[in-house]
């Protein structure tokens, strides 16, 4: 009656010490391979093992995590998350930076310029907004990164504070590095009246920039979360109670200096109606619309702009790609 369960526990042994064997076996030949540097070959004769069977090991101990390869690259890529964003959400393209503890915003934003610098065609007309996070895009952009390029300020920026603001030296950046011109928006983001932006709109000026904006072949940019550290808090257009209350009512942040919430829609008509720039149905209208976003702070923005259609072209970091198909169901 106890032959079987010895018999049985016997083979259980014996498998448990092949095991063993096989990943001393498997640790060995990696570290012959990727510390000593030698052929497959050169570890078989060491081992006394066939070629085959050496190239068996070295994916035994890849399968079993013996050996871990990371690219550490500060331009190194997600392949996998990028390939699940573009299938989950319907994306043109996705770029996925690794994660790390050091300079995360700075390494999207270098991905950003090398995703605009490799873009074929060149676009002959991009539409750029302001903020932080595109400033850095404009600084990572090398000198030369394309030429003749017409870049076009998408939503208004003039600062209404002694503070320097970011929107024109982010446009007029981009374009000198591509020896093009930049065409700004002489308005402010947002105005007290709607009579005043509609008059705004209505002058021939900047009638003529926003029609080149709508127009323009690809759209770079990015979104604040809705907290005081906005820059529209910063360049005085909104303050830290108006943003709580745009929170109360269920804001996200802001695309284009444009408040949502989760399910893309405007939270405040009223202020969305005093803004000056393209709308969110124009960025959705765009061929080409690349979002520049990190951070775990940006995550709900990010999501509510991902998922419900307003760009193309998604730019991010791994815990935020991760973040975004973390959420159940299929976006819209």
Same mark, same amino acid.
């Given at each position: ?44 004769a ?13 994916t ?8 871990r ?14 390939r ?114 509609? +008059?705004? $709109?209505?002058?021939?000026? &900047?009638? #003529? ?6 127009? %323009?072949? @690809?759209? *770079?940019?990015?979104?604040g ?33 444009r ?22 149905a124009?960025?959705? +209208?765009? $061929?080409?619309?690349?979002? &520049?976003? #990190? ?6 923005? %990010?999501? @509510?702009? *991902?998922?419900?259609g ?23």
């Amino acid at each position: 009656m106890e032959v079987a369960p010895r018999r049985a526990y016997a083979e259980q042994v014996i498998g448990e010490r092949n095991a063993a064997a096989s990943d001393l076996l498997a640790v060995r030949a990696a570290e012959l391979y990727y510390d000593e540097y030698k052929t497959q070959d050169e570890i078989g004769a060491v081992l006394g093992l066939t070629r085959w069977k050496v190239g068996r090991l070295l994916t035994y101990a890849r399968e079993r995590g013996i050996v871990r390869i990371e690219i550490v690259h500060p331009r190194a890529r997600r392949g996998t998350l990028e390939r699940e964003l573009v299938e989950r959400f319907g994306l043109r393209s996705a770029v996925v930076v690794p994660a790390g503890t050091d300079d995360l915003q700075q390494r999207v934003a270098q991905a950003a310029a090398d995703y605009l610098t490799a873009l074929r065609p060149v676009p002959r007309t991009l539409g750029v907004s302001w903020g932080r996070t595109m400033f850095d895009v404009a600084t990572a952009l090398n000198p030369g990164w394309a030429t003749g390029v017409t870049v076009v300020q998408v939503n208004g920026g003039v600062s209404l504070n002694r503070r320097a603001g970011t929107a024109a030296a982010t446009a007029a950046m981009i374009a000198d590095k591509a020896a093009g011109h930049a065409v700004l928006l002489p308005s402010p983001a947002i105005l007290e009246r709607i009579e005043t932006k509609q +008059a705004i $709109e209505s002058d021939r000026t &900047v009638a #003529a920039v926003l029609d080149l904006a709508r127009d %323009a072949t @690809a759209l *770079v940019y990015s979104a604040g979360v809705a907290d005081e550290s906005s820059v529209l808090v910063d360049s005085g257009y909104l303050t830290t109670d108006d943003v709580a209350e745009l929170v109360r009512r269920g804001a996200v942040g802001d695309v284009v200096g444009r408040y949502i919430d989760a399910d893309g829609n405007t939270v405040d008509p009223s202020l969305d109606e005093r803004t000056v720039g393209l709308s969110h149905a124009q960025l959705r +209208a765009a $061929e080409l619309a690349v979002f &520049v976003i #990190a951070g775990e702070s940006k995550h709900d923005i %990010a999501r @509510a702009v *991902v998922a419900n259609g307003l760009c193309t072209v998604l730019v991010t970091d791994e815990g935020t790609a991760s973040a975004l198909l973390a959420v159940e169901g299929k976006s819209k």
